[in-house]
């Protein structure tokens, strides 16, 4: 009993510091990408190339005052910020990052990485909700309802990967796709799965609920010091997931041309995560019904054909 | 049993470093005194008028109900994809017919102009 | 093992008594997920993790969600309280009270069947289960599910409006 624990804790400080650190150094890359985009630096003032910079972040966040507003609901306001950075640590439990690494494995991972992702809508609805303000209510009810939209897209995405490894266990999948990455045969669930991603991490051109123009800052407008950090925090956490669960399930995990491992895995997270990037700084926004209308009417039944499909061959 | 007993821990663990974190930042903050307008909502630096309590469109409440149908329906489709290669051509044909028969409830709704949001 | 179950169940417990005394909307549609939820938890520590995570998904994940929004759209702010007890309300605590002593010495006279294995079930049991033997019930559920979709559209639909 002694020593399975003993690996078990390991493997979870190991996901949870390499988590968080991937996450404070993607804001970095991204504000850095961002520049080279538009022309300009990015941040290069603290430390070498601006190395530093989550760092410095993290400390005047940290400082900040905190400001509770007399008006809003005072636990559920704080409840709020926690939720979002909760749920997007905890599908890390079940991805496997290299051939015989992962904090633990069941046999419906897959169901559980939905579970968090279906509970972290709360965190956008309470925020928006507490807060008592106009432009935090609208963004939280536009979120949620974006949310619940692409998570149908995303799950019946998600069942063609099943259907072809035949099981709901990451591990079991990435372990299928040792010949043939599923970014092949499930390409049209790969387009809808990518595309539910942007919109489920709420980011541009899905970034609706934060859309500055219209509603100043979405569901934390009223966030200040570290609870707005945790909202920000849990978004990069959540590209970092989602990368992570994009190269688990279509781009073949830990398999590579060469020794499989690690390195592999991080490798295709890193461009997952700068496709993310890229897009970001390249497209512009959707409108709330363009949204909502490509949700329901092209990526649910493209997600269905591609089911369809799928089994027909299988069962060919 | 095992694997869920290291999940919960890990669970207790991701709650534990959020509550540090925010805990941290009490402890550390900067404490100011609340004056007049600071503690007002934020409307574009005007004083707030009337209530965010507004009556919002049906249409939010329309798109959630939808979802729990589409909802319930993928879930349906996880144990068949986990067995379709066992119960073969007729267990394609059974989800078929489910799938089409909750589609036609997909085409009222655009018929209806349900999911249409202007 | 128990001592989660106790756990859960008690969690389920607050949840349910919750929902029943709170005048909060939001605060009470809260106490539902937390309801929700543990018996959730409850399904995955009685060997049924699908179940579990089924149960999770679409309880506490989408039917508190409608509920939050139903809430915002119609902007609930606060349940009148009106519980004070009349001849009725004492009426329903004496029938109430009684079902409770019923469910009671059913349960102590009921053979119990062993418990189940706590080793979590594999889905696929479940799945081979729902498209053969209980194939009709399942495409039945497809109806039923039409049905709610039509009525929800029927009761929102814009109206002509001024």
Known sequence: MNHPLLGFLTAAGIVFFGVLGAAAYLVLAERKLAGYFQERYGPNRVGPFGLLQPLADLIKLVFKEEVVFPQSNRWLYLLAPGIIAVMALLPLAVIPFAPHFAVTDINVALLYVLAAASLGTYGVLLGGWASNNKYSLIGGLRTANQMISYEIAMALALVGVVLMAGSLSLKDIVAAQQHLWYLIPQFLGFVVFLVSMFAETNRAPFDLPEAEAELVAGYHTEYSSMKFAMFFVGEYIHMVVAAALMTALYLGGWYGPWKPGFHWFALKMALVLYLMIWVRWTYPRFRFDQLMRFGWKVLIPLALVNLGITGLVLLR | MGAYLSLAVFVLVAVAIALVTMGLAIILRKRGRPEGEKYQNYECGEVPQGTPWIRFHAGYYLVALIFILFDVEALFLFPWALTLKHLGILAFVEMTVFVVILLLGWLYAYKKGAIEWV | ?162
């Not at chain 3, 349910?16 to 399904?43: C, D, K, M, N, Q």
């Not at chain 3, 002593?101 to 009921?110: D, E, G, I, S, Y």
């Not at chain 3, 479940?126 to 495409?139: C, G, K």
């Open chain 3, 1 to 162: 093992m128990i001592y989660f179950f106790w756990l859960f169940a008690l969690l389920a417990l607050i949840g349910a008594l919750g929902v029943l005394l709170e005048t909060h909307p939001v605060r009470g549609a809260l106490y539902l997920l937390l309801a929700f939820l543990s018996i959730g938890f409850l399904y995955i520590l009685a060997g049924a993790p699908f179940l579990g995570f089924v149960q999770i998904i679409v309880y506490a994940g989408a039917v508190v969600v409608l509920f939050l929004v139903a809430i915002a759209v119609m902007s609930l702010r606060r349940i009148p309280d009106d519980r004070d007890l009349g001849p009725r309300g004492f009426l329903a605590l004496v029938f109430a009270g009684a079902f409770f002593l019923v469910m009671l010495a059913l349960l102590r006279h009921a053979p119990v069947p062993a418990a189940p294995t706590p080793t979590p079930g594999a889905p696929q049991p479940l799945a081979e289960a729902l498209f053969r033997q209980y194939l009709i019930p399942f495409e039945i559920v497809s109806v039923l599910l039409l049905v709610a979709i039509v009525g929800a559209i029927v009761l929102v639909r814009r109206r002509p409006g001024p």
